[in-house]
């Protein structure tokens, strides 16, 4: 089975950084991916690790380490339309596109 | 690129009803996949679909069913409708293939039973 753990709510200041554990036990696995969810609309793609260590992509980055099952999203420099949920997901393959979710981090942004 | 596009948006249907959901897939995209969120959830993966076959399934029961056409475009059935079956519904298209692709989702379709 699938077991996917990340936080429920973290809250942060605009302009200050936030990060967003996610631990994972899966039956293979082929790849972490960070989704962001705006209330009531479709999970878009902000970044995918297949291979230990960080990526960087702008504003967010992400790092995975497959030995400790165990993977991160940080938020820099914060925007309130940050305001979302964050999902963490496992792509257990052998599909591409077949992926195990974790129930979310709502990540709230203050002024 | 329309990207992946769903219909209808909203439904509201009674218990015992069914209900067909519709999906799109970006341009080029030829597998369908369909997730279930329920609220303050994750999505769920459903089942997968790829040239026309049901090809991997979640846990979900019989209830839920679906097809796909020559189009790549997908349909999602269900059958017998639970007010637990209230949930977002969203739609994931990807290339078959493409190692390091990532699905691309619908705006899904918020269906309410009551």
């Known amino acids: 089975g699938q077991n996917i753990d990340q936080p429920t709510e973290m809250t942060a200041t605009e302009g200050a950084i936030v990060q967003i554990n996610c631990t994972y036990q899966t039956s293979g696995f082929n790849g972490l991916f960070w989704y962001q969810q705006h209330a009531g609309e479709a999970p878009t793609f902000l970044s995918y690790n297949v291979l230990d260590g960080l990526e960087e992509k702008g504003r967010f980055s992400s790092f995975l380490s497959r030995s400790k099952g165990y993977s991160y999203l940080l938020l820099k420099e914060l925007q309130m339309k940050d305001s979302a949920s964050y999902l963490c997901a496992v792509r257990s393959g052998p599909y591409v596109d077949k992926l195990s979710f974790g129930a979310g981090t709502t990540v709230t942004v203050r002024a | 690129d329309a990207g992946v596009t769903q219909s209808p948006t909203h439904l509201i249907k009674t218990r015992g009803q069914q209900v067909t959901l519709r999906c799109s897939p970006k341009s080029g995209h030829d597998t369908v996949s369909w997730y279930q969120q329920a609220l303050g959830q994750g999505p769920q993966f459903i089942f997968q679909y790829y040239e026309e076959e049901e090809r991997q399934r979640g846990n979900f029961p019989d209830r839920f069913s679906g097809h796909q056409f020559p189009n790549y475009s997908s349909e999602l059935n269900v059958n017998a409708l639970l007010l637990g079956d209230s949930a977002l519904y969203l739609c994931?298209?990807?290339?078959?293939?493409?190692?390091?692709?990532?699905?691309?989702f619908g705006q899904g379709t918020r269906l309410t039973v009551v």
């Open positions: 994931a298209s990807s290339l078959e293939g493409r190692l390091l692709a990532e699905a691309f």
